[in-house]
């Protein structure tokens, strides 16, 4: 079947990305209609990304100096995780997202994590051997400038910017290719005898049908759990964070109007510091601070993590107001049913820690697009397409578990909790088993690659920032430390050659 119309349900970034990338793709084969309602708004919150932000945007040749002002965006190189681990030497450790320009120094970092796990007192802490941590422990930009004056990306990155402004800007972008906007509230959702979505009906301008549906609607779901009935698959099991607590502050000083560059002059790092029943992010955008307190309702209720929230932020919060947002991690049993496929919040949701919710959103819709073109709307598109989303959204599972499973706080019984967790994928544990025994974790990765979202600089990042290590038990030659002080020096060195940023 050649597919004439589609119908996206719901305007937040799900709704709007998806807009984009199919009018892209379509534009003048592929009647596209959004309808969304203003009255519900949106979720709201969601301000980093990671790298493959840049393709989304470069897929739609949309620079970044178009959008990224009009988004209050930064740059980001990475995540800093303090707080995470009571071991000594490991309080807190950078994720970057490297480059083929840290080959020399991943190498050298696996080398010494290895040594460590075999008993040598190394500290492989990933900050020492990435040119992004340096960056960002810098304030500095992905950019460096070469001797010719030129300016060259340094390291991967991705962004942080003001999740409503990204839609504003989308919506408008979307128009622009065509796409047709209706501001109306979908009242019900009305099927085909088959089994499959015909219409749905708008409170002010009737029925409006399509031959496909996209489901953005966020949290309610209403196309893909409500009309349809697809089971959803909870993992509070393994990710018990359910809710969060979101902060803006202010900066300390107005500095978007000291910059003439604004987007290349704020810190290049997302914060996720470790908290009692949870951690706290802390995202820069060039005209405020985004904050907020991911947490366990079982063990802290809203109005005691708030006042965490305030007190760690001080009186720079004070002029805002906090939004309190309740979830159930987990996703949907199949994310294509009958002529319909759910993108964003309504295919489910796993915590910000590793900003991984746009991903999944341009992954769905891409992945999408590109089996219709290849198989059309076939029972092997379809089973391709939901066997690949749901291997992304299992994999980052696992990554984000791992954080919990390795974190050694024990101030709460939260942490004890999350630490002691048994119930985790055959992958995680397989991974975990071979990290902590002397087994070839190389080996393991190679083996679960199939299985695996996160590239193995990530998973030694997590292991060894966390000071996933027994104490050590011999001696390493001072030699051996050397290598790790070049490293940091030429990455100190290097990331002095990057465009100047003004630290948080
Ligand atoms: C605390 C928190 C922090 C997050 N941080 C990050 C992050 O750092 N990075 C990241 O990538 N992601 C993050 N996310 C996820 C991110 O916010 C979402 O994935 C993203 O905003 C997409 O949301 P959405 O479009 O699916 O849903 P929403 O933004 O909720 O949009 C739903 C849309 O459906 C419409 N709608 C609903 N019902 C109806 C109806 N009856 N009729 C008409 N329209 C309707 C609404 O009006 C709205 O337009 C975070 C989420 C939370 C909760």
């Known amino acids: 079947m050649q597919l004439k119309k589609i119908v996206i349900v719901g305007g937040g970034a799900a709704g709007w990305m998806s807009a984009c990338l199919m009018a892209q793709q379509w534009r003048g084969d592929i009647a596209i209609t959004l309808v969304e309602s203003s009255a519900i708004g949106t979720v709201g919150v969601g301000e980093g990304s990671t790298p493959f932000l840049r393709d989304f945007f470069q897929t739609l040749n949309i620079p970044e100096d178009e959008w990224m002002p009009a988004c209050n965006a930064t740059y980001k190189c990475g995540i800093r995780f303090p707080g995470w681990s009571s071991r000594e030497d490991f309080a807190s450790y950078f994720h970057p997202f490297n480059t083929e320009l840290d080959q020399s120094g991943a190498i050298q970092f696996f080398k010494d994590c290895y040594a460590r796990r075999m008993g040598y007192d190394l500290t492989p802490v990933p900050d020492d051997y990435f040119a992004a941590s340096a960056i960002a422990k810098m304030g500095r930009a992905p950019f460096a400038r070469m001797s010719d004056g030129s300016v060259q990306v340094a390291t991967d990155y991705g962004y942080h910017f003001d999740s409503h402004l990204l839609g504003e800007f989308l919506k408008q972008h979307a128009k622009r290719l065509g796409v047709v906007h209706i501001d109306d509230k979908v009242v019900d959702v009305k099927c085909t005898e088959a089994g499959g979505i015909d219409s749905v009906q708008l409170a002010q ?204 706080r024990t101030d709460t019984a939260y942490w004890k909790t999350v630490q002691n967790n048994q119930v985790m994928s055959p992958e995680l544990a397989r991974l975990l088993r071979a990290w902590r025994s002397k087994e070839s974790f190389d080996s393991v990765l190679s083996e679960l690659s199939d299985a695996l979202v996160y590239h193995k600089t990530s998973w030694y990042c997590l292991l060894a920032g966390k000071g996933e290590f027994n104490l050590p038990t011999k001696q390493a030659p001072a030699s051996a430390h050397a290598p790790k002080q070049r490293l940091k020096e030429y990455n100190a060195k290097g990331a002095q050659n990057c465009l100047l940023t003004e630290g948080g």
Not at 356 to 377: A, K, N
């Open 205 to 408: 301008s009737g029925r409006l049908a399509g031959d496909f549906f996209v489901d953005c609607t966020g949290f309610k779901s209403l196309l893909m759990r409500e009309a349809l009935a697809v089971p959803f698959i909870s993992c509070q099991d393994r990710l018990s964070n359910n809710a969060a607590v979101a902060l803006p502050a202010r900066y300390a000083e107005d500095k978007a109007q000291k910059s003439a560059q604004p987007q290349a002059r704020f810190p290049t790092e997302t914060i996720a510091q470790a908290m009692p029943y949870g951690w706290m992010w802390r995202i820069p955008l060039t005209q405020r601070w985004g904050n907020g307190y991911v947490f366990d309702r079982n063990y802290a209720d809203f109005d005691q993590i708030e006042a965490q929230l305030r007190e760690q932020l001080g009186s720079a919060c004070d002029d805002f107001s906090a939004r309190r947002i309740m979830w159930e991690p987990g996703r949907l049993q199949h994310h294509w049913e009958k002529n319909c496929i759910a993108i964003g919040l309504s295919q489910g949701f796993l915590e910000p820690l590793e900003a991984p919710m746009l991903r999944i959103i341009q992954f769905t819709c891409e992945r999408f697009v590109e089996l219709y073109q290849s198989d059309g709307l076939s029972g092997r598109a379809q089973q391709r397409f939901n066997q690949s989303v749901n291997q992304l959204i299992d994999g980052n599972i696992d990554y984000l578990q791992a954080h919990y499973l390795v974190s050694s």
